[in-house]
């Protein structure tokens, strides 16, 4: 049971000693949020019954609204493993959800962590090269 993560032991503590232990690395941000780096850079944020993983990137200002949507759908269309959505302010988030429901072997969060962060950067080059910063 110690290698399960799970709702009831679940902490940002934890989670850093599992990336880390994983030679991954992390940091927290200024408001304690915990960062996890490989090819790009997201924050690891724990739900009630969910560990959320999320990227934020910029379009460039010159961008349209009606692009962004276009870049979006087609991520979403051709990536399974992450939602992306087009926030206010130029933004653009790439998300992931991992259940934790009946716990989780600390390794499939590992790789799991590890897909998800080979993701936006191929995904930003193939279908929005000209339009993210």
Do not use: H
């Amino acid at each position: 049971m110690d290698d399960l993560i799970t709702p009831e032991n679940v902490t940002k503590e934890l989670l850093k000693s599992v990336f880390d232990d994983a030679f991954m690395e992390t940091s927290y941000d200024d408001d304690g949020d915990l960062r996890v780096k490989e090819d790009c850079s997201c924050f690891v944020m724990i739900r009630k019954d969910r560990i959320r993983l999320l990227s934020v990137w910029g379009f460039k200002s010159s961008v349209s609204e009606q692009q962004k949507l276009e870049f979006v759908n087609r991520v979403n269309s051709e990536y399974i493993i992450v939602r992306a959505t087009a926030g206010t302010k130029n933004i653009l988030f790439f998300d992931y959800d991992i259940p934790l429901a009946g716990g989780i072997p600390k390794r499939t969060l590992v790789l799991t962590t590890k897909r998800f962060l080979s993701i936006p950067r191929p995904a930003v080059c193939e279908y929005g090269g000209d339009l993210v910063d």
